[in-house]
């Protein structure tokens, strides 16, 4: 069992920058992959970045260059540093974690960027 508690979220402007972070606890060990997906009104649920176990990223062409995944083992979150935020970026972000074929989902945190 895994629970996902997402922080972080808040209102930016265009060209500013949000860090949100997943904090993981439980049977944390087996996760293969944690990703961050994210949910635009209208929109299906997408994927923004990933990482796996191993320290392999990939990244949504859209945030390609301005987003950055990373773990801190420390404390057992996964963060997502978001730089050169634009309107479309606007949505509610969703902390993942795969184990074999296994979901969990954290609640969601609201990123807004607007002028």
């Known amino acids: 069992q895994v629970q996902l508690v997402e922080s972080g979220g808040g209102l930016a402007q265009p060209g500013g920058s949000l860090r949100l972070s997943c904090a993981a606890s439980?049977?944390?060990?087996?996760?293969?992959?944690m990703a961050w997906y994210r949910q635009a009104p209208g929109k299906q649920r997408e994927l923004v970045a990933a990482?796996?176990?191993?320290?392999?990223?990939n990244y949504a062409d859209s945030v390609k260059g301005r987003f950055t995944i990373s773990k801190d083992n420390a404390k057992n979150t996964v963060n997502l540093q978001m730089n050169s935020l634009k309107p479309e970026d606007t949505a509610v972000y969703y902390c993942?974690?795969?184990?074999?074929?296994?979901?969990?989902w954290g609640q969601g945190t609201q990123v807004t960027v607007s002028s």
């Open positions: 990482r796996t176990s191993g320290g392999r990223t």
């Open positions: 993942n974690a795969e184990i074999v074929t296994t979901s969990y």
């Open positions: 439980g049977s944390i060990f087996n996760i293969n992959v």
